[in-house]
């Protein structure tokens, strides 16, 4: 039987469901629930992360929040969040840099 490393399980995990690993980070499909009473992660929905937002899409202030709660929950600062698709929809697609999958993979679950 062939032994599969886990880095390459993580990526065979999340190239099928909500990340996959790029040159500088991971991809993350998130679906933001704003105004919710409180923020964070709520686990995986589909196929992205559902993160509470508790702010109004108006003005870009889920946005703003959305990156806030990203770069806390994943431990990164909020110039490694970077929308990649979707800003001004419900789904989007954020790049976050200097993690990789398996760390997203453990942190949602533990989250959500």
Known sequence: ???????SLSDAYCDMEYCRDTADGVI?????????????????????????????????KANKELVETLADV????????????GETSKTKSVLIK???????????EAKG
């Not at 039987?1 to 880095?7: F, G, I, L, N, T």
């Not at 398996?102 to 949602?108: D, G, Q, T």
């Open 74 to 85: 994943f431990g990164v600062s909020k110039s490694s969040v970077e929308f990649k698709g």
């Open 1 to 7: 039987m062939k032994m599969v490393s886990p880095k």
């Open 98 to 108: 200097g993690i990789d999958s398996l760390r997203v993979i453990s942190l949602v």
């Open 28 to 60: 993350v499909n998130v679906k933001a629930q704003p105004r919710s009473s409180r923020s964070g992660i709520d686990g995986v929905l589909g196929n992205a992360v559902k993160v509470r937002i508790k702010s109004a899409p108006v003005d870009g």
